[in-house]
């Protein structure tokens, strides 16, 4: 079995006109057998959010949704687990805190069955939270102490779907440009990808190509190519030379393996 | 002669601190003889402004500024001007509305006498919308018609005294990103410049390269390298691949000719 799609999403994604993306989430599921389930691990507001999407998913795929409102890790080791994982077509992850997803669910035995069920094909769909903890590394949060003049950018580890990559949500409506720049600057092996609002990026072919859809674009800075990064000597404003930027709007085909735009 | 240097700033520069970038500023100046020259053209209002700047320069500086409020293109012809301007060492532009500085100034007898004696040498100094004038090709604003789901942007002629370069100021404070991207897809043969608020490029070597001085960072965007613009066909969210980018701090040297940044 081939790993299933991704489908990430930069948050506040339209839930009430076109329903665009979470369209696409419900299709992709569609090819596959069984109901979409939402975990609600991200959000303080578990009942409310995951009501919302249980209607919007079961109108959109046709099948009642399987909530999972694991919120400790204690749940998260609970035996009917396993067996539901394995009966899903997808599983979608409700925006929140990314740190409450990785840490409430890391190493349980949910997250070791939701690896096992995504490399047999599960569709993965996050928002915003549920974006950001898709890679392997991920940003949890940044902070600008005014008084000592100094950033920091908390990272951690996400849960994995894919490699060299971060992942920043809300990307130009919070302004997310300088985080996601640090973030390159402190790893540049990876591919920095800023996802707006209401905008998506569906990973396929096994997390070698992704297509962007919705609403605003999608940005990638590519450390790789930096020819100079003087973070290490300068805690303030850092400088770093040659990184190969694209801006991606709906449509547009990116390979995460060569790192080049497909060109159609 | 050689051609005067620039200091272009990203506007909302520190007057009350350790004014770093107005003293770089009247420093460059005081390598030549005479007076500084404040052009309040931008502003609607000059005589605060102008006054402002007045107190600063005289403090820094340490000969009393000469104001020139040039708020009509018949006092932008004035005859006394090509001597006054012939006596300064730097002329230094406020900020405001880029389109007043090229609307009343664009073509007078002032704008002539400026270009010659910045051949001359005369610094030329400038803050957000002084700063934005400064290229051949500027930005005059942005707009979006959500009704119509197009943004526009206004693109007009500034004072020249760059050639292929876009700049953009208040850059990371107002979230600039998406209209100097559209600036570039509509014109990749230049440089897209943003510069962030207190933060500054001194422009050197008639125009072949420049350091960044100030708090924050300067944001270079090459279009040159770009493969793909779909802009003719996409009204909406375009897309741009393969920009050469830098984000470079103080102390950051970068060669307009060779568009590299210089490592030393």
Chains 1, 2 share one sequence.
């Not at 919705?214 to 000597?233: C, M, P, R």
Request: hydrophobic share 40%.
């Amino acid at each position: 079995m081939a790993k299933g799609d991704l489908l990430i999403i930069g948050g506040n994604e339209d839930k009430s006109e076109n329903k665009l993306i979470l369209s696409r989430f419900a299709a992709l599921c569609r090819n596959r057998q069984g109901p979409i389930g939402i975990l609600t691990t991200a959000t303080g507001l578990p009942e409310e959010v995951g009501s919302e999407y249980e209607k919007l998913f079961k109108s959109l795929h046709g099948i009642k949704p399987i909530l999972f409102h694991l919120d400790s890790r204690e749940k998260a080791e609970d035996s009917s687990l396993p067996e539901q994982l394995s009966s899903l077509s997808g599983l979608f992850m409700t925006g929140g805190d990314q740190l409450r997803l990785t840490s409430i669910l890391g190493g349980t035995s949910f997250y070791k069955h939701l690896h096992k069920q995504w490399n047999n094909g599960l569709i993965i769909g996050g928002t915003s939270a549920g974006a950001a903890v898709m890679s392997r590394l991920m940003i949890i949060s940044s902070k600008l102490f005014e008084k000592e003049e100094i950033s920091v950018l908390e990272m951690g580890s996400g849960f994995g779907f894919l490699e060299d990559v971060i992942i920043d949500q809300h990307f130009s409506q919070r302004d997310r440009f300088s985080r996601l720049m640090r973030a390159i600057a402190l790893n540049p092996q990876i591919i920095g990808i800023g996802i707006d609002e209401n905008t998506a990026i569906w990973v396929h072919n096994e997390g070698e190509q992704f297509e962007v859809i919705g609403e605003y674009n999608v940005s990638i800075f590519d450390g790789k190519t930096s020819t100079y990064i003087d973070i290490a000597e300068n805690k303030g404003n850092m400088t770093i030379s040659d990184i190969r930027f694209h801006t991606l709007g709906a449509g547009a085909v990116f390979n995460l393996h060569t790192r080049e735009m497909i060109i159609s």
